[in-house]
């Protein structure tokens, strides 16, 4: 019989993760457990660490400490079965140029089937809005068919558990409502398990139910896009200008920094101004934050939506 029964567990769950490069720590210390069903985004600033903790979660590299778990298997001991279940999209393109694409398909479908019975190639490239191109070479699809390509290489084998890494990256607006829509289709009709990566928060808001943000090595940001922008929403943002420079502050008590920053500053600030941020915002700030090496500051404007 094909096909494994039905687990129960969590989908992921992550406790303590550590990753070190040379002398350089990544990843400090990350909890994460992941139900099965549903949208996961995560987010971060480059360099952050997400497409490390995907690997990871993958298989395709060992961590420096703590316990993962996925389907219930660690990583480091999963076997070709435990593979067969999980479906992965890669940032980088693997160069199958030569290869047409319904071929190319048709090749990776068969790697699945001692495990799952993997979709038909036409039904596949109809999924993800490639019927046209079923003939062509891979090398003449444009960037954003690739990326759908991928996608289509990813589910080939119906995984449990899809890892996407920045899949909407080169997509017209087009092509990425109609990826929405596919992500929408696989978690209602499968129950497939998704974690995509993204820098895209509006994008996040729109497929995930669940957004965590990654930074400084652990998660720092752990909610629904609801609970997410209420936790941005008390965090205002006071700026004005100093000795000829713009300077921003977030803070949760905007009158009190206000009144503190005019009662000591002999004149010299000019342009006050306060703003309730949004959440796309409290984002944007939070990676410039960390990009200019104020990390705390970045990590308290989430720290209620955060358990
Ligand atoms: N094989 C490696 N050896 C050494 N350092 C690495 C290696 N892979 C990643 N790093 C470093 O680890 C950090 C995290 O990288 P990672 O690619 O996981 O981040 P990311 O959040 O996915 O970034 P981006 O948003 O830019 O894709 C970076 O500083 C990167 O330079």
Redesign the pocket.
């Known amino acids: 019989m094909m096909g494994h029964p039905p687990f129960n567990g969590p989908a992921i769950a992550v406790s303590d993760l550590r990753?070190r490069?040379?002398d350089?720590d990544?990843l400090t210390g990350l909890d994460l457990e992941i139900e099965p069903g549903g949208v996961t985004a995560l987010l971060?600033?480059?360099?952050?660490?997400?497409?490390?903790?995907?690997?990871i979660l993958e298989g395709f590299?060992a961590r420096s400490g703590g316990d993962v778990s996925v389907l219930g298997v660690d990583p480091v001991h999963g076997g070709e079965d435990w593979r067969a279940r999980l479906g992965v999209v890669l940032?980088e393109w693997r160069d199958n140029g030569k290869w047409r694409v319904r071929d190319l398909l048709r090749h990776f479908a068969e790697y699945y089937r001692p495990y799952a019975e993997p979709w038909g190639a036409d039904e596949l490239l109809d999924l993800v809005g490639l019927a046209e191109q079923g003939g062509q070479r891979v090398q003449t699809l444009s960037g954003g068919q690739r990326r759908r390509l991928d996608v289509a290489l990813g589910i080939i084998g119906k995984p449990e558990l899809l890892f996407l890494?920045?899949p909407t990256t080169g997509f017209d607006p087009h092509a990425r409502r109609e990826f929405h829509e596919l992500i929408h289709r696989l978690t209602d009709l499968d129950g497939t398990t998704i974690l995509l990566?993204t820098?895209d928060l509006d994008e996040a808001e729109k497929l995930a139910e669940r957004i965590l943000i990654?930074a400084g090595g652990r998660i720092i940001a752990d909610g629904s896009p609801d609970q997410l922008a209420r936790a941005a929403a008390t965090v205002a943002e006071v700026s004005w200008t100093q000795d000829g420079r713009r300077q921003v502050h977030s803070t949760e008590d905007a009158t009190d920094f206000a009144r503190k920053l005019l009662a000591t500053d002999d004149g010299a600030v000019s342009d006050l101004e306060i703003h309730r941020a949004s959440l796309e915002e409290a984002y944007l700030t939070l990676v410039e934050q960390f990009e200019t090496g104020q990390a705390e500051a970045a990590v308290d404007t989430f720290k209620e939506a955060t358990k």
């Open positions: 990753m490069y040379g350089k990544v971060g600033p480059n360099g952050a660490g997400k497409t490390t903790t995907i690997e590299r940032q890494d920045e990566t820098h990654l």
